[in-house]
């Protein structure tokens, strides 16, 4: 059973649309990030957030935490190409900090 | 440049081999973590180290890997008698612990493939 769960797993959008995706558990976090990964590359970190219904924005990406910080969504606007990797999240496990990752939301934007 | 390093960035080896793998972190970050990558997975926790002490280990570390940060900088990752499963990509990324919100960096990986 993974800490996280990401949907959707794959999506696959025409340049200009716009999406969600989400990063769901049961349990709380004290933080929460979120990061973009291309392939055969390591995960870069796009944004931390730390307080209940916290908003942030990153140029045409907007990340949310949930209220309660049991979960967080991303929204690009306007979609483009470059926006295309692997979109994780992850949150704290317990006390000490460890990164603890979901599989991730697979996105590919065709031109 | 300032990031995190990791050296290999690939790396083939014949089954039973050993590898070893390494990281050099941010500097001044005091936090250090292995973790593996699979194909359509997202990152799974190795082990981490405070400075020099390794603090925690996954179960999926087997007694045939072992990790070490002597002097809190570097961080070496053995794998010992390497087998086909051991493919994966290995990621290191390092943080400054100062409560909530510290956030880890990544290096670029260590891809592996056992033949």
């Known amino acids: 059973t993974q800490l996280l769960e990401q949907s959707p797993q794959f999506l696959s959008i025409q340049e200009g649309e716009n999406l969600t995706v989400y990063c769901n558990s049961s349990s709380v976090f004290s933080s929460l990030q979120w990061y973009r990964q291309e392939p055969g590359e390591g995960p870069v970190l796009l944004v931390t957030v730390v307080t209940g219904g916290e908003v942030k924005k990153l140029k045409r990406l907007t990340f949310q935490f949930g209220d309660a910080r049991k979960d967080s969504s991303l929204h690009i606007t306007a979609a483009q190409p470059g926006d295309t990797g692997l979109y994780l999240c992850?949150?704290?496990?317990?006390?000490?900090?460890?990164?603890?990752f979901g599989r991730g939301t697979s996105l590919i934007v065709h031109p | 440049d300032t990031g995190v390093s990791q050296n290999p960035r690939h790396k083939i080896t014949k089954r039973g081999q050993n590898v070893t793998f390494r990281c050099d972190p941010i500097?001044?970050?005091?936090?250090l973590y292995w973790y593996r990558q699979t194909l359509g997975q997202g990152p799974e926790f190795l082990t981490y180290f405070q400075n020099e002490a390794q603090l925690e280990k996954s179960r999926l570390l087997s007694d045939r890997f072992s990790a070490e940060r002597p002097k809190g900088s570097f961080s070496t990752l053995e794998i010992q008698r390497t087998e086909q499963g051991d493919s994966a990509m290995y990621l290191c990324a390092s943080s400054l612990a100062a409560g909530r919100g510290d956030e880890a960096f990544f290096g670029q990986g260590t891809r592996l493939t056992v033949v």
């Open positions: 500097s001044e970050h005091n936090r």
């Open positions: 992850a949150g704290d496990k317990g006390g000490s900090y460890i990164p603890t």
